[in-house]
């Protein structure tokens, strides 16, 4: 899997053995809620700087850490906000749950979400300047999704560093479209010991098949000719991954293929139980029922 992973990452432009050992943060604002406090903080992931709110239960000592990816849901006027509980969807609040039952949260906005949103005066632009960001990042070769992964990889370094923090519990989560930002970035960073991807195993065979929108970070040149989503899935073994999908999601419409294909790189690890597939009954959108499944499955890791 190493020869692999290290192609994977060639193609996307990321070379993880490279990547600063070390990121620092600022301490922008502080406030205190029930169980936690939640930090927004800054901090330099090479060619960004990167807004993310930090949760820090009431006790620290040797705590589990998790880094959550935020939805695209087409609200780039929502990010770290809505995973945090401040807006938006309250399926979507993994952030305050976790941090309530002892997980360190970090939250950070993708590029052009949020925070990270260079004009927000003019409507409709916030689609716009997603676009040009991935059409510029193929014209220099500086890819959208290299850039997404090196703000998480930085995200993981930065978690990592914290000494309350148990280097062996790491992990991340998302959904949609930070579920599809789970795959890369587990696949890619082993210091990540567990993941749950929610509604984004989808391969890119069946998207353009069957006429669905592929999100503009997955937009690879050459990469769908090498490789698929199964392939990134295998990369993750031996570790826990948990993958969220159903029936009538388009986003996750094949993750039973996924997770096929890529079950005998675990059983040769001798780690299928490492891999946890959960199909649901419904469509894209989170449920309750999901919400509480993610949460469970995560606090028993």
């Known amino acids: 899997m190493e020869k692999l992973r290290n192609d994977i990452a060639d193609t996307i432009g990321i070379k993880v053995s490279s990547l600063n050992s070390c990121v620092d943060y600022q301490v922008l604002e502080s406030t205190e809620e029930d169980g936690y ?7 330099d992931s090479g060619k960004d700087k990167v807004k993310a709110f930090l949760l820090l239960p009431d006790v620290l000592d ?16 929502l990010g770290k906000s809505e995973v945090c509980g401040l807006a938006g969807n309250p399926l979507q609040a993994f952030g305050p749950e976790l941090a309530k039952r002892g997980f360190v949260v970090l939250a950070p906005d993708s590029i052009c979400f949020e925070q990270r ?7 409709g632009f916030d689609f716009w300047q997603h676009f040009n960001e991935m059409c510029y990042g193929i014209l220099t070769g500086d890819y959208l999704m290299k850039r997404v992964l090196n703000d998480a990889i930085s995200g993981i370094t930065l978690l990592s560093n914290l000494q309350f923090v148990d280097k062996k519990r790491i992990g991340t989560l998302g959904h949609s479209y930070g579920g599809n930002t789970v795959l890369f970035l587990a696949a890619l960073d082993e210091r990540i010991t567990f993941s749950c991807a929610s509604g984004s195993a989808c391969t ?11 999100e503009m970070a997955s937009v690879i040149p050459n990469f769908h000719g090498k490789y698929d989503i199964y392939d990134l899935v295998s990369c993750i073994a031996p570790r826990r991954l948990l993958i969220v999908s159903a029936e009538d999601d388009k986003y996750s419409k094949d993750a ?3 997770v096929e294909k890529a079950s005998p790189t675990f059983t040769a690890y001798g780690a299928m139980h490492n891999l946890c597939h959960k199909r649901y009954t419904g469509g894209h959108a989170m449920t309750e029922e999901r919400f509480v499944d993610i949460i469970e499955w995560i606090d028993e890791r």
Do not use: F
């Open 256 to 258: 039973p293929y996924i």
């Open 37 to 43: 406090t939640r930090q927004l903080i800054e901090y």
């Open 117 to 123: 949103r260079k004009d927000t005066s003019v409507e």
């Open 62 to 77: 040797n705590n589990p850490a998790i880094l959550i990816n935020h939805q695209h849901n087409r609200e780039h006027h």
């Open 204 to 214: 890119y065979e069946n998207r353009m098949r069957n006429d669905v929108g592929i």
